[in-house]
Nanobody, 121 residues
Framework: QVQLAESGGGLVQAGGSLRLSCAASGTIFSIKSMGWYRQAPGKQRELVAAITSGGSTNYVGSVKDRFTISRDNAKNTVYLQMNSLKPEDTAVYYC???????????????WGQGTQVTVSS
């Protein structure tokens, strides 16, 4: 079983920056990818950014050129640097990891507790 500890959310003015962190611990054989999702009130959860074990990244269009995802494989930690924040970035941000077991199965449903990001105009 894996535990995900998120940190870094908060309240910031539009144009400001925040950095989210998510550290994975517990029974981990291999992490295939790590990512950040967000869910705003009344909206579905959406993928914000993801990064594979090899360093390939993927971003939702609305955050490209503003957000940067990175990971420290040695620490099983993923980061999300968020710059030029906008009020529409306000949401609860969730960390997600995709795990591979020693016998080849893949587990997708591994989530952090969520961290609130609020951007004021």
């Amino acid at each position: 079983q894996v535990q995900l500890a998120e940190s870094g959310g908060g309240l910031v003015q539009a144009g400001g920056s925040l950095r989210l962190s998510c550290a994975a611990s517990g029974t981990i054989f291999s992490i295939k990818s790590m990512g950040w999702y967000r869910q705003a009130p009344g909206k579905q959860r959406e993928l914000v950014a993801a990064i594979t074990s090899g360093g390939s990244t993927n971003y939702v269009g609305s955050v490209k050129d503003r957000f940067t995802i990175s990971r420290d494989n040695a620490k099983n930690t993923v980061y999300l640097q968020m710059n030029s924040l906008k009020p529409e970035d306000t949401a609860v941000y969730y960390c997600n990891v995709v795990l591979a077991s020693s016998y080849g199965s893949v587990s997708y449903n591994n989530w952090g507790q969520g961290t609130q990001v609020t951007v004021s105009s």
